[in-house]
């Protein structure tokens, strides 16, 4: 890669950052259709794991005076079964049916959040469960499992802070898990690591404008731009799928 392409990555990278301090989420959203363009696909997704775990662990620090919940638990050990799974996937099955994949979840669940749905959770502990395992499998296939995750947790009503805390922790732990699956199955090589340390700066920086930028919308904001963001990555990743399938580049 040259010089032209690294100066595009490390900004993907740091508006992504920025969206990911700003809501809790969203960083594999917003970089993964767009770094595929440099990166392949099985190189990128471990690379953006990383990049998810050490930014959600930026977080969590700074909601530090909450405490890990049992819904945060049951959410991650449910999260942890789904990401093994989701691993295995991802050794076997085709990138552009994973692409494909991901591309339609976001577009369908952003439009549900749109339109105003709700999740009516009459047993909580049942939801947890059943969200940590999709919310798990699709983050281990795919590297994106925050649109699930966002609208379970705004079915709750969560407030901003517990939202992005509960966010942070969940990503924190099924990332690890991802990570060490993808490393037995033979999925990080030297270039993973590479293009982490040198993003690396650009990635704490970007946290860090985010959080500032968290305290200065309503809550109402925050959700209508994880929506818009979910919806407009959902369109450019199917974008890109089409058009590798199709080899119009």
Sequence with gaps: M???????ILSIVFVSGVIKGTTGFGFALFSLPLLIHFIPIK???PVITLFNLFSSFQIAIQTRRLKISRRIIVLSLAGIIGVII????LKFISERWLELMAATMLIVLSLMFLT???FKIRKVKRGN?????????LGGST???GPPLALFLTSLRLDTEHFRFTFAWYSIITAVVAFLDYLKI??????????????????????????FLSKKISQRIFYLSAIIISLL?????????IGRCLKLY
């Design 233 to 241: 990555a959902g369109l450019l990743m199917l974008y890109t799928c």
């Design 116 to 118: 105003g749905f709700r």
């Design 129 to 137: 469960l059943i969200a940590g395992l999709t919310c798990g499998f």
């Design 43 to 45: 190189t990128l997704i």
């Design 86 to 89: 989701g691993g295995l996937v």
């Design 143 to 145: 590297a994106v499992s």
């Design 2 to 8: 040259g010089t032209v392409d690294w100066i595009i």
């Design 186 to 211: 033979g999925l990080i090589i030297p270039e993973t690591f590479r293009l982490f340390f040198i993003s690396f700066p650009v990635l704490i920086l970007s946290i860090q404008f985010g959080k």
